[in-house]
């Protein structure tokens, strides 16, 4: 009901994140289709409406030329923590170094004689919620670090593990506080506004469903189908668990999507790893699907 009518050769359906280049050249969606590509996933956290709109009319173009049938899925990014804008390319952090998160967008810095390297961090509540202790992961657990310190406007961090040499942070890299309740709930504004963009061009884009991010509870998911209805969207959803709150609440985020047809459920691997840990995350990958399925 999500993903189109089962291929003849397999069960299951493939699903590809469209980069932007699909938006002008359309041999790559002529080749992602001739692979078996079953599902276009358009993600909202990148790009704008003209780009997703040339992608789309690309993807139907190309469906009805070769014969074949695509859905498409829109992932609502949800409250995604990534860092901000940098002064030069990168900041490189070593074991042991201090890194200030920043709540102003002020560009990140390596660190001076004078100062301490820095980094502006994109959502706010974490200066509210995040308490010295927790544990903190950045670009999909590639650098390791712990919260010293916390005011309104700065996170101190300790850097415990990246390479000797020192590993490198960009901007809009992902930031992973497993051990932190930051208590979002519901759309983001950004998720809001890329909601009524979908809304107003659902007849001529044909979207299947909706893939939602970042749903840590029952309620917060509640929330989401509310104002997706009030909305007018007639639409399906998948809900992404990535969280280790979000898989504690399973039982009850499942009843809660139900209340939309079609439904379902996706595994999250790369933050859900990085959030419970990659030792537990085979039993836990095997227990989602158990329950989920």
């Not at 930051?182 to 884009?205: P, S």
């Not at 909706?210 to 189908?225: G, H, K, R, Y």
Request: charged letters at 30%.
């Amino acid at each position: 009901a999500l993903f189109g009518i089962k291929p003849e050769k397999r069960d299951t359906r493939i699903m590809v994140t469209m980069p932007a280049e699909a938006a002008t050249d359309i041999t790559v969606i002529e080749s992602m289709l001739a692979e078996g590509m079953n599902c276009a996933r358009i993600n909202c956290a990148h790009d704008n409406e003209e780009i997703w709109d040339r992608i789309i009319e690309n993807i139907h173009d190309c469906c009805i030329k070769n014969g074949k049938e695509c859905s498409i899925v829109m992932d609502i990014a949800g409250p995604k923590i990534r860092t901000g804008s940098l002064a030069g390319d990168n900041i490189v952090l070593k074991p042991c170094d201090t890194l200030i998160l920043t709540k102003e967008d002020i560009p990140g810095e390596n660190a001076t004689y004078k100062s301490c390297a820095h980094i502006p961090c994109s959502l706010d509540n974490v200066f509210r919620c995040a308490v010295p202790g927790d544990r903190i992961f950045f670009d999909d657990g590639k650098i390791e670090g712990r919260i010293e310190k916390v005011s309104l406007d700065n996170i101190e961090v300790s850097i415990t593990n990246a390479k000797a040499a020192g590993s490198k942070l960009k901007s809009d890299k992902g930031l992973n506080f497993p051990d932190t309740k930051l208590d979002c709930m519901g759309f983001t504004e950004k998720d809001i506004e890329n909601l009524k963009v979908i809304k107003k061009n659902q007849e001529k884009w044909n979207i299947a469903a909706l893939n939602l991010s970042f749903v840590n509870t029952p309620q917060e998911l509640d929330m989401m189908i509310d104002f997706i209805k009030e909305l007018g969207l007639e639409i399906g959803i998948i809900v992404k668990i990535e969280t280790e709150e979000a898989f504690e609440n399973l039982p009850g985020i499942i009843l809660a999507a139900m209340k939309i047809y079609p439904a379902g459920i996706m595994l999250a691997r790369g933050d859900l790893a990085i959030e419970t840990g990659w030792k537990n995350f085979a039993t836990i990958q095997e227990e989602i699907i158990r329950i989920a399925a």
